[in-house]
């Protein structure tokens, strides 16, 4: 039996969530569900929410929710006639006092009196993920004058990045504040932040996370040029967050394309060693929006993302707003399995000659070690009170599937992120412990998973709920009688 270890996230939107779509979005492979705070409604999304607990339930699948704050992104105002088209070489102001509904062929309104602050003459901005470009020629108290020097059309709410980044605004609007608190209600599992500039703004986060009494993992957006400008910065970042996204379509905005794909295998890199998820995220599988299959480009962008050990590949317009969300989650499975069949995919050189800093880490990667050394080892049980230990396991390139067993709904979903890990339901506390090694390795019998004579490593600590707690592993003879 071979199951995929790389992750799918996909968007949920418009085309995604009748219960429908839904239920074949998780038959196809889905294990994380993405919920979008720029559109939508709290109702909207609380529906979704429950739909894909509800189905993911009735299949006996463990699916995780995380909400994506939209964050401080900086858009235009309305136009007038909806859109403009530019020319290169016209001129065009941006205006905190122009009405926000009437924007023309010159001018349109901003809500972020900033901007004019934060521009220089010769900055260039960046509209529409870079479709339009302009230069800054000079500035007044509320306007921005501009030449275009990429033309192209430019309609209602688009947004705006610098090219090289450092536009000030905070990485926390009121509606991010108010939409914490919707995540808290919704008991989600994951909770992305839009435009971290460093580790204080996820501080910030997890302040206000704790505050609502939400218990998401806090996923930090690598999408600001700051963020990646040194490695302090990006490390402090990623040491500050649960997980961390990829964003490659704001990010490959500011700095430059050229430059994403280096920066994307870095902050895979490091986000590893740091025992942390990482999610590559934007344009995956862009064309299928409107096609029912990928391009090779597509293929080969989503396999470089497996073979550079992503624990999850991100679905977004694909799938909330597309006409082919089920093929695209298809598709990804497909490409990912595919991918991890590669040599590259199973053989860890991650940490060797590195320290480790804790017990429950050491006794992790000494898993993994003779997991990947050992033939026999056909799955790792991991009883697990957080997701943490099998987390740090699976930050390890191996063919071994990784178990978590864990009594808890969270955990559960939680892991649903982390590459390589599936969950099974299973309480320890309920069974004198002589009989609990038996009784992990039953459910693997159980599900076909190992079979008598195969190995299997079981790692867990002293006592049955303690966090962290890891300290021993066993190595089990699958049809012996086990203690
Ligand atoms: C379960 C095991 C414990 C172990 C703990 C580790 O509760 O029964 O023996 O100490 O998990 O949990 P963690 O969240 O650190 O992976
Ligand atoms: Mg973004």
């Given at each position: 039996?071979?199951?995929?270890?790389?992750?799918?996230?996909?968007?949920?939107?418009?085309?995604?969530?009748?219960?429908?779509?839904?239920?074949?979005?998780?038959?196809?492979?889905?294990?994380?569900?993405?919920?979008?705070?720029?559109?939508?409604?709290?109702?909207?999304?609380?529906?979704?929410?429950?739909?894909?607990?509800?189905?993911?339930?009735?299949?006996?699948?463990?699916?995780?929710?995380?909400?994506?704050?939209?964050?401080?992104?900086?858009?235009?105002?309305?136009?007038?006639?909806?859109?403009i088209?530019?020319?290169?070489?016209?001129?065009?102001?941006?205006?905190?006092?122009?009405?926000?509904?009437?924007?023309?062929?010159?001018?349109?309104?901003?809500?972020?009196?900033?901007?004019?602050?934060d521009?220089?003459?010769?900055?260039?901005?960046?509209?529409?993920?870079?479709?339009?470009?302009?230069?800054?020629?000079?500035?007044?108290?509320?306007?921005?004058?501009?030449?275009?020097?990429?033309?192209?059309?430019?309609?209602?709410?688009?947004g705006?990045?610098?090219?090289?980044?450092?536009?000030?605004?905070?990485?926390?609007?009121?509606k991010?504040k108010?939409?914490?608190?919707?995540?808290?209600?919704?008991?989600?599992?994951?909770?992305?932040?839009?435009?971290?500039?460093?580790?204080?703004?996820?501080?910030l986060?997890?302040?206000?996370?704790?505050?609502?009494?939400?218990?998401?993992?806090?996923?930090?957006?690598?999408?600001?040029?700051?963020?990646?400008?040194?490695d302090?910065?990006?490390?402090?970042?990623?040491?500050?967050?649960?997980?961390?996204?990829?964003?490659?379509?704001?990010?490959?905005?500011?700095?430059?394309?050229?430059?994403?794909?280096?920066?994307?295998?870095?902050?895979?890199?490091?986000?590893?060693?740091?025992?942390?998820?990482?999610?590559?995220?934007?344009?995956?599988?862009?064309?299928m929006?409107?096609?029912?299959?990928?391009?090779?480009?597509?293929?080969?962008?989503?396999?470089?993302?497996?073979?550079?050990?992503?624990?999850?590949?991100?679905?977004?317009?694909?799938?909330a707003?597309?006409?082919?969300?089920?093929?695209?989650?298809?598709?990804?499975?497909?490409?990912?399995?595919g991918?991890?069949?590669?040599?590259?995919?199973?053989?860890s050189?991650?940490r060797?000659?590195?320290?480790?800093?804790?017990?429950?880490?050491?006794?992790?990667?000494?898993?993994?070690?003779?997991?990947?050394?050992?033939?026999?080892?056909?799955?790792?049980?991991?009883?697990?009170?957080?997701?943490?230990?099998?987390?740090?396991?699976?930050?390890?390139?191996?063919?071994?599937?990784i178990?978590?067993?864990?009594?808890?709904?969270?955990?559960?979903?939680?892991?649903?992120l982390?590459?390589?890990?599936?969950?099974?339901?299973?309480?320890?506390?309920?069974?004198?412990?002589?009989k609990?090694?038996?009784?992990?390795?039953?459910?693997?019998?159980?599900?076909?998973?190992?079979?008598?004579?195969?190995?299997?490593?079981?790692?867990?600590?002293?006592?049955y709920?303690?966090?962290?707690?890891?300290?021993?592993?066993?190595?089990?003879?699958?049809?012996?009688?086990?203690?």
């Amino acid at each position: 039996m071979i199951s995929r270890r790389t992750k799918i996230v996909a968007t949920l939107g418009p085309a995604s969530s009748s219960p429908e779509v839904v239920e074949k979005l998780i038959l196809a492979g889905l294990n994380v569900a993405r919920l979008n705070f720029s559109h939508g409604t709290p109702d909207e999304h609380k529906a979704r929410a429950r739909m894909v607990r509800e189905i993911a339930a009735k299949h006996g699948r463990f699916v995780a929710l995380l909400g994506d704050l939209q964050g401080p992104k900086i858009r235009i105002a309305k136009f007038a006639d909806k859109r403009i088209e530019l020319k290169e070489g016209d001129s065009f102001r941006f205006s905190v006092t122009h009405p926000r509904d009437a924007g023309t062929q010159d001018v349109v309104g901003i809500d972020y009196p900033d901007l004019i602050k934060d521009c220089r003459v010769g900055d260039e901005l960046l509209l529409d993920d870079g479709r339009v470009v302009m230069r800054v020629e000079s500035t007044t108290a509320d306007e921005l004058h501009c030449v275009v020097l990429t033309g192209g059309p430019l309609s209602d709410h688009k947004g705006i990045n610098r090219r090289g980044g450092g536009l000030t605004a905070p990485a926390l609007t009121a509606k991010d504040k108010a939409d914490i608190k919707l995540a808290a209600e919704m008991e989600l599992d994951y909770l992305a932040v839009s435009f971290p500039r460093d580790a204080a703004d996820m501080e910030l986060a997890r302040r206000l996370r704790d505050e609502a009494g939400c218990t998401a993992w806090l996923v930090a957006k690598i999408e600001r040029a700051e963020a990646v400008a040194d490695d302090d910065t990006l490390n402090g970042l990623i040491r500050a967050s649960d997980a961390v996204m990829v964003a490659r379509g704001d990010l490959g905005v500011e700095i430059g394309d050229a430059e994403l794909v280096g920066i994307q295998k870095k902050i895979i890199k490091y986000a590893r060693v740091q025992n942390k998820a990482v999610i590559t995220a934007t344009q995956m599988m862009e064309s299928m929006i409107t096609n029912s299959m990928p391009t090779r480009a597509e293929v080969s962008d989503v396999a470089n993302a497996v073979l550079d050990y992503t624990d999850a590949v991100m679905l977004s317009a694909e799938s909330a707003a597309g006409s082919y969300p089920i093929e695209a989650v298809e598709a990804m499975a497909r490409v990912c399995l595919g991918a991890e069949r590669n040599p590259i995919s199973r053989k860890s050189m991650h940490r060797l000659g590195e320290q480790f800093t804790r017990c429950d880490e050491s006794i992790a990667l000494a898993t993994m070690y003779t997991a990947n050394h050992f033939p026999g080892i056909k799955a790792i049980i991991s009883l697990t009170e957080s997701g943490y230990s099998p987390l740090i396991m699976s930050r390890i390139r191996s063919s071994v599937p990784i178990f978590a067993f864990t009594p808890h709904r969270e955990t559960q979903a939680r892991v649903a992120l982390f590459r390589g890990v599936e969950t099974i339901p299973f309480d320890p506390a309920n069974l004198p412990s002589e009989k609990v090694s038996q009784a992990a390795v039953d459910e693997l019998l159980k599900r076909g998973v190992v079979q008598q004579g195969d190995w299997v490593i079981l790692t867990k600590g002293d006592s049955y709920h303690t966090i962290g707690g890891t300290n021993t592993m066993k190595i089990l003879h699958v049809g012996e009688p086990l203690a």
